[in-house]
């Protein structure tokens, strides 16, 4: 997972700034169920190898990959803050 701003950010870093922030996952070519996790809460899901979020909040965001129902990738978090 990688969210792009003007600059790149990787998994564990923290975004100083929250507006229209995309987040950007690239499976290494399975279609999956991809679900993006904001504070401990499913935000939203998508299907496919890959699949971009916007996050307009601040707060912990991370990525849960499902391949054939079962759990495959849990990617640590990326901060985003005021």
Not at 29 to 47: A, D, H, M
């Amino acid at each position: 997972m990688r969210i792009t701003t003007i600059k790149k950010y990787q998994i564990g870093d923290t975004v100083p700034d929250h507006k229209n922030i995309k987040l950007n996952v690239l499976l290494p070519g399975q279609k999956s169920e991809i679900k993006l996790i904001g504070n401990g809460k499913v935000l939203e899901t998508s299907n496919g190898i890959d699949a971009e979020f916007i996050v307009n909040k601040k707060g912990v965001y991370r990525v849960e990959v499902f391949n054939e129902d079962r759990a495959w990738i849990y990617s640590n978090h990326i901060r985003v803050e005021v």
